[in-house]
């Protein structure tokens, strides 16, 4: 019987021959972020159930079935591992003052948790871009949300692949008065539905508009609109942010079964969504969420939002073929004989020294010509620092050219360093 042990289903390494996607997005996303004004945040990937309960609710399948919950050591406290991020940094800004008299800006990349059945794209621990707004109503800051996450789109290559679809939830006491003319509506298909929709008819029937049944579809198509059924101003801001959108020249498809099924969700709802995935096809939403400040304890905060699956996007990238960041080594070293080799390292830090921000391999654990050779050109390295016993005595080292024309160059050894960066300039 083996003793290997393997990692937990839904729950994967990533390796450093995929490390370059990951590199490359969050690249993009840290410059971006940093170019509209918003902060970096690290919260705790641990915390009281309470929260999650409190802030995506108690009839939800993501509290019901997928979080990760267990006891504290003492059995004083729930405790759960976070199923996503909004909750705790809405969490940390009321307990650290973050949303008194001011406009926030922040942004979080990292793990997340939900216990579901793995599939492509979709994993036990998953990994999150997660951006949030707080003090400001107007559907200004949902525009420029969007323009940002437009403008990622086209540097990551892939802005023809995906497309904005957008609704509105309303307020709450509007939403209300929709639900009870959806739950009249389907109560008269109540044979047609599945069990989650007659589970979700009374306690969350906006869910049933999400519903990825395609038997449903015709009766879904049907129902009444929430659009048709908005408050004044929650539909002032929603037709404002059309405007802004159509200034902005961000195409959008307004879909009435985008839903959120938490009360504290108000007004704009989001998703970026693509074919190239199948089923797995939103790669991005989100929304405003008003209530959930004061629903946590907190002063009266408007808020907006989004949440972004780097997995999903991962797959999406290399579904569009776009290339990830691959950085070469400036230089390999080979050094021949037990003098050579000795001052190997010294020689090595010496250039780092005088050389920063490049990436200089050094031969480890020796070998023949031959074997170096061989190890230098799998290293994709532009150049080979080659130096025996002989260079050594006479103070030159040769470097080779490992990627055009193989030429080499004796070079003094106080001259390399400059030498390299002449190299650099080019």
């Given at each position: 019987m083996?003793?290997?042990?393997?990692?937990?289903?839904?729950?994967?390494?990533c390796l450093?021959?995929?490390?370059g996607?990951?590199?490359?997005?969050?690249?993009?996303?840290?410059?971006l972020f940093?170019?509209?004004g918003?902060?970096?945040?690290?919260?705790?990937?641990?915390?009281?159930?309470?929260?999650?309960?409190?802030?995506?609710g108690?009839v939800t399948d993501?509290?019901?079935k997928?979080?990760?919950?267990?006891?504290?050591?003492?059995e004083?406290?729930?405790?759960?591992?976070r199923?996503e991020?909004?909750?705790?940094?809405?969490?940390?800004?009321?307990q650290?003052?973050l949303?008194?008299?001011?406009?926030?800006?922040?942004w979080?990349?990292?793990?997340?948790?939900?216990?579901?059945?793995p599939?492509?794209?979709?994993?036990?621990q998953?990994?999150q871009?997660?951006?949030?707004v707080?003090?400001?109503?107007t559907p200004d800051v949902?525009?420029?949300?969007?323009?940002?996450?437009a403008r990622?789109?086209?540097r990551?290559?892939?802005?023809?692949?995906?497309?904005?679809?957008?609704?509105?939830?309303?307020?709450?006491?509007?939403?209300?008065?929709?639900?009870?003319?959806l739950?009249?509506?389907f109560?008269g298909?109540?044979?047609?539905l599945?069990?989650d929709s007659?589970?979700?008819?009374?306690?969350?029937p906006?869910?049933?508009?999400?519903?990825?049944n395609?038997?449903l579809?015709?009766?879904?198509a049907g129902?009444?609109?929430?659009?048709d059924?908005?408050d004044?101003?929650?539909?002032?801001?929603?037709?404002?942010?059309?405007?802004q959108l159509?200034?902005l020249?961000?195409?959008?498809?307004v879909?009435?079964?985008?839903?959120r099924?938490m009360?504290y969700y108000?007004?704009t709802?989001?998703?970026?969504?693509t074919?190239?995935?199948g089923?797995?096809?939103?790669?991005?939403?989100?929304g405003?969420?008003?209530?959930m400040?004061?629903?946590?304890?907190g002063?009266?905060?408007p808020?907006?939002?989004?949440?972004m699956?780097?997995?999903?996007l991962i797959?999406?990238?290399?579904?569009?073929?776009?290339?990830?960041?691959?950085?070469?080594p400036?230089?390999t070293?080979?050094?021949?004989?037990?003098?050579?080799?000795?001052?190997?390292?010294?020689?090595v830090?010496?250039?780092?020294?005088?050389?920063?921000?490049?990436e200089?391999?050094?031969n480890?654990?020796?070998?023949?010509?031959?074997?170096?050779?061989?190890?230098a050109?799998?290293?994709?390295a532009k150049?080979?620092?080659?130096?025996g016993?002989?260079?050594?005595e006479?103070?030159?080292?040769?470097?080779?050219?490992?990627r055009?024309?193989?030429?080499q160059?004796?070079i003094?050894?106080t001259?390399l360093?400059t030498f390299?960066?002449?190299k650099l300039?080019?």
């Amino acid at each position: 019987m083996s003793n290997k042990i393997n990692a937990l289903r839904g729950m994967h390494d990533c390796l450093p021959a995929e490390i370059g996607y990951w590199q490359t997005i969050e690249g993009h996303l840290r410059s971006l972020f940093a170019e509209y004004g918003y902060s970096e945040i690290r919260t705790p990937l641990l915390e009281e159930t309470r929260l999650f309960t409190r802030s995506i609710g108690e009839v939800t399948d993501i509290v019901e079935k997928e979080m990760y919950t267990f006891p504290d050591q003492n059995e004083s406290l729930s405790l759960s591992l976070r199923p996503e991020m909004t909750a705790g940094i809405v969490r940390a800004g009321i307990q650290h003052g973050l949303f008194y008299n001011q406009i926030q800006k922040l942004w979080q990349i990292g793990p997340a948790f939900r216990y579901e059945r793995p599939q492509k794209g979709r994993y036990r621990q998953f990994h999150q871009a997660d951006v949030e707004v707080f003090g400001v109503e107007t559907p200004d800051v949902d525009a420029e949300m969007l323009a940002m996450l437009a403008r990622f789109w086209q540097r990551l290559g892939i802005a023809d692949e995906v497309k904005l679809e957008i609704n509105s939830m309303g307020t709450a006491v509007s939403r209300a008065q929709y639900r009870e003319k959806l739950i009249h509506y389907f109560e008269g298909f109540m044979e047609q539905l599945d069990e989650d929709s007659k589970r979700r008819l009374y306690t969350n029937p906006l869910r049933i508009l999400d519903s990825k049944n395609p038997e449903l579809n015709e009766i879904i198509a049907g129902a009444p609109k929430l659009l048709d059924h908005l408050d004044p101003e929650s539909k002032e801001h929603f037709d404002l942010l059309c405007q802004q959108l159509d200034i902005l020249e961000i195409p959008y498809i307004v879909n009435p079964r985008i839903v959120r099924g938490m009360d504290y969700y108000t007004r704009t709802v989001f998703e970026w969504t693509t074919t190239k995935l199948g089923s797995q096809g939103t790669v991005c939403g989100g929304g405003r969420y008003d209530k959930m400040v004061e629903e946590l304890g907190g002063r009266s905060t408007p808020a907006i939002g989004f949440g972004m699956g780097m997995e999903r996007l991962i797959l999406l990238c290399q579904a569009c073929d776009v290339k990830a960041n691959e950085s070469a080594p400036l230089l390999t070293t080979i050094f021949l004989g037990e003098k050579a080799t000795l001052q190997g390292l010294a020689i090595v830090e010496s250039l780092r020294n005088e050389i920063s921000h490049v990436e200089i391999l050094t031969n480890l654990g020796g070998g023949s010509m031959k074997s170096q050779m061989k190890k230098a050109d799998r290293s994709g390295a532009k150049y080979a620092l080659i130096m025996g016993e002989n260079e050594l005595e006479q103070d030159i080292v040769i470097l080779k050219d490992l990627r055009e024309n193989g030429t080499q160059e004796e070079i003094a050894r106080t001259e390399l360093a400059t030498f390299l960066r002449a190299k650099l300039a080019e």
